[in-house]
């Protein structure tokens, strides 16, 4: 079953519409669980706090989206972890069984699962093949910013998304990680609609911050040698895994 990983700030009726959108399409609320990171300065607190049930959120202090996600997934309680955004919205009705099956797929439950999100970046609007999941080759990519990996990911590797990175690049180097190792499944048929929303939340990230620069400079440093060293922890993974 899967857990909802969501950092969040400045946007309560977001964060609300993504949350109520999950429960209206899962196949039952049993299988998924919602997380939300939310900071203890944002100034639309009581917003989310007045909107949103308790049990849904965390308050700690502001920092980055990757370290959040990171912290979510520690404490989840599913083994299927979902990195989400909150501006996404669950459009297919039981995704989250679509989800579970690619898992099914492997013993070791190393894979990846990625959704359409309606936006067609990369080449995914050229995918949408009648085939799910479609395994998507290493030339291939599609720009599905939220996906889902198992907890046993997390375990080979020590995190559920790279720590180096502050907010970007975490989903193509996941991507391209599972890719590797010919476990990357592009869900064609599973719409979980992301539009970014660019208000002065995402404008202070991007800008004041420079945070997408950084986020690029340290892409280009670490790549090859790191992604490669992933690569390989989750084949010795796979290998020695017992049932």
Same mark, same amino acid.
């Given at each position: 079953m899967? +857990?909802?990983?969501?950092? +969040?700030?400045g946007r309560p009726m977001l964060a609300k519409r993504m949350i109520d959108t999950a429960?209206? %399409?899962v196949s039952q609320p049993k299988n998924i669980e919602i997380l939300l990171y939310l900071n203890e300065d944002d100034p639309t607190l009581n917003d989310y706090k007045k909107y949103i049930d308790k049990r849904h959120y965390t308050i700690g202090p502001n920092q980055s989206t990757c370290y959040s996600w990171n912290q979510l997934a520690e %404490?989840?309680?599913h083994d299927i972890l979902f990195l989400a955004g909150d501006d996404i919205q669950f459009m297919t009705k039981n995704w989250d069984l679509n989800i579970i099956k690619v898992f099914e797929k492997f013993p070791d439950k190393i894979c990846m699962a990625a959704p359409f999100d309606g936006n067609g970046k990369g080449n995914g609007t050229a995918l949408l093949t009648n085939e799910e999941p479609y395994q998507l080759k290493e030339n291939e990519r599609v720009? +599905?910013? !939220? @996906?889902?990996? !198992?907890?046993?990911w997390m375990k080979a590797l020590g995190y559920f998304v790279p720590p180096f990175f502050w907010h970007w690049y975490v989903d193509t180097y996941n991507q391209t990680v599972a890719k590797k190792l010919g476990?990357? @499944?592009?869900?064609t048929k599973t719409l979980i609609q992301a539009k970014k929303v660019f208000d002065d939340t995402a404008i202070l990230v991007r800008k004041n911050l420079n945070i997408n620069v950084r986020d690029d400079y340290v892409w280009n440093k670490i790549k090859d040698r790191h992604l490669d060293a992933d690569v390989k922890k989750l084949k010795e993974f796979i290998d020695n895994y017992k049932n």
């Open positions: 899967i +857990s909802i990983c969501c950092p +969040s700030r429960y209206k %399409t %404490t989840a309680k720009g +599905s910013p !939220h @996906f889902a990996v !198992h907890r046993n476990r990357c @499944f592009y869900l």
